[in-house]
């Protein structure tokens, strides 16, 4: 039985007619490989599509942007709970933990001058 290198993306993909469900009575081999490869980038879009609009680390209990817009925050208070809420779900190298710590006190303390700007005493 031949084999195949097929490329997708920076992998290389082994079709070896015995390893999947090939059967030459269904379809022809080249139209197995085409529905092989439609169902692998299906799996991968949806894979992508769900780390872009709904990352694990702001999904824990309610999502952070619901929670932030439910608050009608602004930019400043929402990178403040959005730093905050996520640091340690997002990653688990604590220098990027402690540089997400970092952000949220960088939005907290713009927030504070522009308080004090609008404070008249």
């Known amino acids: 039985m031949p084999e195949y290198n097929y490329m997708y993306g920076k992998e290389a993909f082994n079709y070896n007619k015995a390893a999947f469900d090939y059967d030459r009575e269904k379809e022809d ?66 220098n990027l933990q402690i540089q997400d710590l970092q952000k949220a006190r960088w939005y907290l303390e713009d927030l504070i001058k522009e308080l004090e700007k609008q404070n008249p005493y």
């Open 29 to 94: 081999w080249d139209s197995f490989l085409v529905r092989k490869e439609s169902e692998r980038n299906s799996k991968s879009n949806k894979i992508v599509s769900d780390a872009v609009n709904h990352p694990a680390h702001y999904n824990k209990g309610i999502e952070t942007t619901k929670y932030i817009k439910s608050w009608e925050m602004n930019w400043n208070q929402g990178n403040v709970i959005k730093y905050v809420t996520r640091y340690n779900l997002k990653n688990t190298d604590v």
